[in-house]
Every structure is written in structure tokens, then in C-alpha cells.
């Protein structure tokens, strides 16, 4: 399995087209409460995308099988703010139905969040797995105290988000929530078990959790002894796997022979 990140801008129409279609066919059905086809496949055209997502500062984080064959992905903004705050945002996130199961979704996550240095990392959702995966990648625990409190800070990407820029939020001390009017059954992951273990909040219909954590927050210890040293590992596989996709005519490897020579005559002369 490899995993690639890419700006949306450099996708091929067909990508495009297997991105729609992977998630037309494995994202969810719209709920029982939805004026729009209650019960039917959530779906997403190529023209949607093109027109939402095809543009600056939009990037995506796909996961390809060995057959190169599409089996998920997460389209993210990241994009510099006010005060030099870099904010990034999941903004969509599905795994093909038959590897689901297998940390997909948590090492997309890892891969766009991990190591980073922004302000807040966060996305909107109705599943609380995808909240622990947010969790898990950042070694942080989401709060809607924290939330409420740089709440200003994040609105600054509401106008570059398409289904928030005319959202109504619901933060407070004890939930986090945002309107997006998105009805979509989540009955089989918003278990009553799962969404105790949260603090945004008791889920509405046309609701989502609106989760995000911050850089000035402190790490969790019991994330980070549980979850580090994986992610070291699956950081430093990608790492090795990327190097070997490289030709060796990339321009910063153009003068690696009279480094290496000048390394050499550094370590010999010290010798």
C-alpha cells in the first residue's frame, strides 16, 4: 500500500473521477431526516469537486493498493491566517468499504497532520472514530473548552470551507457543533457508547461534531506512549518509499558528488 499527497490543482480528470466515484460508492446514505433522498448514496460529481475543491491551498492525502488502485483518500486545506496562523481542515475523508478496518483512515490523517506545526488541525464530522483518529495523530484530546476558546481564530477559514461559510456553530464550555445541514445516517458509528467517551456534545440531525485541536495545547502521555512510536514507524516507511519513487535527477541532488567530495576532504583533514 503507498500513500501520496498532492495538490488538488495537479489531478488528472481521471482521479477526479475515481476520487467522485470512490466516494459515491463507500461514504454513507443520507438519514431518515434528509428533505434530500432520505436513504439513498451520499454522492459527489466530478463537477462538485471541481468547482469546491480544485484550488489553492487545497490539497489531498490518497492511499493507493499495490494494484495502484484507489482505496481512500482526505481532501484538507491548510492555509495561512492572521497572526501567522496556519489552520488546516479535513474536509472530506472516506476508505473503500472493503479495507476499512486495516488504519487507513488514521495514517491519511497522520500524513497531513503529523509533525506539523499548525495553529489547529481539525475537520467536522458524525463519527467519533474519526475524532479518536484526529486524536491519535496530533497526541492531543479534543475539548470544546479549547475550541470555544480559539473559536475566533478558526473562523478565519470559514469562507474557504464550502458547507461552513454559512454554518451556525454551537460552541460552548461543554459542545461543539456546527450546522452544516448534512443529514447523513450515522446511527451504525454514533453509537451512544462511542459518544460518551466525547466532550463536544449529543449529536443533531443536520449536525456535526465541529472537532479541532491546537498546538498550545498539552500532549496527552497516554497517547503519545500508545501511538508514537507506531507512527515513527509508518512516518520513516513512507519516508524510505518516497526516496525510492525519485529519479536521480532532482535538482537538489545536482552537486551531491562535490559534497560528498568536500565531505571527504573535511573528514580526512580532522582524521
Given amino acids: 500500500m503507498t500513500y501520496y499527497t498532492k495538490p488538488m490543482s495537479s489531478l488528472s480528470d481521471t482521479r477526479i473521477e475515481e476520487i467522485s466515484d470512490l466516494y459515491s460508492n ?22 462538485m469537486y471541481k468547482r469546491n475543491y480544485i484550488k489553492d491551498n487545497f490539497y489531498i492525502s490518497y492511499a493507493e493498493d499495490d494494484d495502484e488502485t484507489l482505496i481512500g483518500f482526505a481532501i484538507y486545506i491548510r492555509k495561512k491566517y492572521s497572526n501567522d496562523h496556519t489552520i488546516t481542515w479535513v474536509v472530506q475523508l472516506v476508505v ?10 488514521s495514517r491519511l490523517l497522520q500524513s497531513i497532520w503529523g509533525f506539523s506545526n499548525d495553529f489547529a488541525w481539525g475537520l467536522a464530522t458524525t463519527n467519533p472514530c474519526t475524532i479518536k483518529a484526529l486524536e491519535n495523530a496530533t497526541f492531543r484530546k479534543v475539548s470544546a473548552r479549547e475550541i470555544k476558546e480559539h473559536l475566533s481564530e478558526l473562523k478565519q477559514v470559514f469562507d474557504d470551507v464550502p458547507f461552513a461559510d454559512l454554518a451556525d456553530l454551537e460552541v460552548n464550555e461543554n459542545t461543539s457543533l456546527i450546522n452544516s445541514h448534512f443529514f447523513v445516517d450515522c446511527s451504525s458509528v454514533a453509537t451512544p457508547e462511542r459518544i460518551s467517551k466525547l466532550s463536544l456534545g449529543d449529536i443533531k440531525p443536520g449536525y456535526e461534531w465541529f472537532a479541532f485541536v491546537f498546538r498550545d495545547q498539552a500532549l496527552d502521555e497516554k497517547l503519545i506512549s500508545e501511538k508514537f512510536l507506531p507512527f515513527v514507524n509508518f512516518s520513516e516507511n513512507n519516508l524510505i518509499e518516497a526516496y525510492s519513487r525519485m529519479s536521480s535527477d532532482q535538482a537538489w541532488m545536482h552537486e551531491t558528488t562535490n559534497e560528498i567530495d568536500e565531505i571527504l576532504k573535511v573528514y580526512r583533514r580532522s582524521d
Avoid: C, L
Avoid at 463507500?26 to 463537477?47: A, H, L, M, Q, T
Fill in 26 to 47: 463507500n461514504y454513507g446514505y443520507y438519514s431518515k431526516e434528509s428533505e434530500i433522498k432520505p436513504g439513498e448514496r451520499i454522492r459527489y460529481s466530478v463537477d
Fill in 96 to 105: 473503500d468499504s472493503d479495507h476499512r478496518g486495516n488504519g487507513i483512515a
